[in-house]
């Protein structure tokens, strides 16, 4: 068997899975932030164009994907299904890893997948600029490359914490044409608030968020997400599209699906399709999502409405929080420190689809090592999570004798998180486990 299992470009979806109309009962609607009431198309025509709206809201299992787009997603897509066989012998497991490497795309991870549409649709309804907020750094250089791909003006608030840690991905979305500020920054009224209280503050996305929304306000100018809304989802299911079909090659089906959690959009583009197949009796795989410790919002969050964004100028939505006033302290996987969760998520975690864990950092970056000195592949921060619970199951499955299949999905390298590894490797790296009076108290604020 090859290790790599690739798909011809023939093989490329044309379509993106909508999960909802398969679901026993629909997520509740996000509401309006002044009314409470259910938010209808106009009350988001402000910051997103008709298309994605539209998108957002579908009852249509599936979506055709614009020619346009997919001849952006040919430069990289279809992506590798890579099974692990040196990681496997390193762990004397009976099991079988496989991984949908994400980082061969031209920012080194997912996030294209749904900026180019995102991109594509503002551009085909005649905005001029987009303005979007950035943790990591990875959404933002995605948007400034799709920005780039249709003449669109690209403006980033990135989190202060990540842009002092990953002063790389700060040019390199400075290489594609986009004008960056740190976050929280004296430039909007929010981020001023901010400062005015802490001017130290590392930021965060919520924060960021905040001063990409209040910056979106001329008519030639709409806001971009990078994860949490139901089309950002949708656009990440070529990626579970692909890597359903590239395990049929080799007459495999997954026992395990793990996949990492921030707001939640690598982990449902690579499990909605397998879910499909659940839910039609075809195969019947565990689901398991992987959050850090330092920021738990499955695993010790509520689930209640509250806002997307730290000065509540976003709807209301009902999902998994841990408060929008919580700023997570500075962990290196700048791209899971969001203080709620896709509420399509959060809507089928509390149906019980499927399961959450929680991991130390520490934890992630051994298993970044082990997969990096094994595989070849340097991981992002945030998939070393998912590669921290495939690495435990994997251990189980030595020490019973399962032969279990592990599907997971490496959402981009890091080779612009180096500074991350060196501190971990030089014994720098602290864990950073939440205490229930932090979280109290950001719960306390709820709207």
Same mark, same amino acid.
């Given at each position: 068997?090859?290790?790599?299992?690739?798909?011809?470009?023939?093989?490329?979806?044309?379509?993106?899975?909508?999960?909802?109309?398969?679901?026993?009962?629909?997520?509740?609607?996000?509401?309006?932030?002044?009314?409470?009431?259910?938010?209808?198309?106009?009350?988001?025509? /402000?910051?997103?164009?008709?298309? !994605?709206?539209?998108?957002?809201? &579908?009852?249509?299992?599936?979506?055709?994907?614009?020619?346009?787009?997919?001849?952006?997603?040919?430069?990289?897509?279809?992506?590798?299904?890579?099974?692990?066989? @040196?990681?496997?012998?390193?762990?004397?497991?009976?099991?079988?890893?496989?991984?949908?490497?994400?980082?061969?795309?031209?920012?080194?991870?997912?996030?294209?997948?749904?900026?180019?549409?995102?991109?594509?649709?503002?551009?085909?309804?005649?905005?001029?600029?987009?303005?979007?907020?950035?943790?990591?750094?990875?959404?933002? &250089?995605?948007?400034?490359?799709?920005?780039?791909?249709? =003449? !669109? $003006?690209?403006?980033?608030?990135?989190?202060?914490?990540?842009?002092?840690?990953?002063?790389?991905r700060r040019s390199m979305m400075q290489l594609f044409g986009a004008q960056v500020h740190?976050?929280?920054?004296?430039?909007?009224? &929010?981020?001023?608030?901010?400062?005015?209280?802490?001017? $130290?503050?590392?930021? &965060?996305?919520?924060?960021?968020?905040?001063e990409a929304v209040e910056s979106a306000s001329p008519d030639d100018t709409r806001y971009?997400?990078?994860?949490? +809304?139901?089309?950002?989802?949708?656009? =990440?299911?070529?990626?579970?599209?692909?890597?359903?079909?590239?395990?049929?090659?080799?007459?495999?089906?997954?026992?395990?699906?793990?996949?990492?959690?921030?707001?939640?959009?690598?982990?449902?583009?690579?499990?909605? /399709?397998?879910?499909?197949?659940? +839910?039609? *009796?075809?195969?019947?795989?565990?689901? @398991?999502?992987v959050e850090p410790e330092a920021c738990p919002s499955f695993t010790r969050g509520r689930?209640?409405?509250?806002?997307?964004?730290?000065?509540?100028?976003?709807?209301?939505?009902?999902?998994?929080? +841990?408060?929008?006033?919580?700023?997570?302290?500075?962990?290196?996987?700048? *791209?899971? @420190?969001? %203080? *709620?969760?896709?509420?399509?998520?959060?809507?089928?975690?509390?149906?019980?689809?499927?399961?959450?864990?929680?991991?130390?950092?520490?934890?992630?970056?051994?298993?970044?090592?082990?997969?990096?000195?094994?595989?070849?592949?340097?991981?992002?921060?945030?998939?070393? %999570?998912?590669?921290?619970?495939?690495?435990?199951?994997?251990?189980?499955?030595?020490?019973?004798?399962?032969?279990?299949?592990?599907?997971?999905?490496?959402?981009?390298?890091?080779?612009?998180?180096?500074?991350?590894? $060196?501190?971990?490797?030089?014994?720098?790296? =602290?864990?950073?486990?939440?205490?229930?009076?932090?979280? $109290?108290?950001?719960?306390?604020?709820?709207?």
């Open positions: 068997m090859k290790t790599k299992i690739l798909l011809d470009e023939s093989k490329l979806p044309s379509r993106w899975y909508n999960v909802v109309p398969d679901l026993p009962a629909p997520p509740p609607p996000p509401l309006h932030p002044g009314t409470r009431e259910p938010v209808g198309p106009d009350d988001l025509a /402000p910051l997103f164009p008709a298309d !994605l709206i539209a998108q957002e809201v &579908s009852g249509e299992r599936y979506i055709e994907i614009p020619e346009e787009v997919r001849e952006v997603y040919r430069l990289w897509r279809p992506t590798p299904l890579i099974r692990a066989h @040196r990681l496997e012998r390193a762990l004397g497991t009976p099991a079988r890893i496989y991984v949908k490497y994400e980082g061969v795309s031209p920012v080194g991870s997912h996030k294209p997948n749904t900026a180019v549409p995102q991109a594509y649709y503002n551009a085909r309804q005649g905005i001029r600029r987009l303005t979007t907020e950035t943790g990591a750094g990875q959404w933002g &250089s995605a948007l400034a490359f799709a920005c780039a791909q249709f =003449q !669109l $003006d690209c403006e980033i608030w990135m989190v202060r914490a990540s842009y002092d840690q990953k002063p790389y740190a976050s929280p920054s004296p430039l909007t009224a &929010s981020g001023a608030k901010v400062l005015a209280d802490d001017p $130290d503050s590392p930021g &965060s996305l919520g924060i960021a968020i905040s971009a997400l990078g994860s949490v +809304l139901n089309h950002v989802l949708l656009h =990440q299911t070529v990626i579970g599209e692909e890597a359903l079909e590239q395990l049929a090659m080799v007459d495999e089906a997954p026992d395990l699906i793990v996949g990492c959690t921030g707001g939640g959009s690598n982990f449902a583009g690579l499990f909605f /399709p397998f879910l499909r197949e659940k +839910l039609q *009796g075809r195969m019947n795989p565990e689901i @398991r999502a689930y209640a409405y509250d806002f997307g964004d730290t000065a509540g100028l976003t709807p209301l939505m009902k999902m998994h929080t +841990l408060g929008h006033d919580f700023v997570p302290d500075p962990i290196h996987a700048g *791209g899971l @420190r969001y %203080h *709620g969760m896709a509420p399509l998520l959060s809507h089928m975690y509390e149906l019980g689809i499927f399961g959450a864990e929680a991991k130390p950092q520490r934890e992630c970056f051994e298993a970044g090592l082990l997969f990096a000195r094994t595989e070849g592949i340097v991981p992002a921060p945030e998939p070393t %999570h998912a590669l921290a619970a495939a690495v435990a199951e994997a251990r189980r499955c030595a020490e019973t004798g399962e032969s279990k299949v592990i599907l997971t999905a490496l959402c981009g390298h890091g080779h612009l998180d180096m500074a991350a590894y $060196d501190r971990y490797l030089s014994g720098e790296m =602290q864990d950073h486990p939440l205490p229930q009076s932090r979280l $109290d108290e950001a719960l306390s604020t709820l709207p």
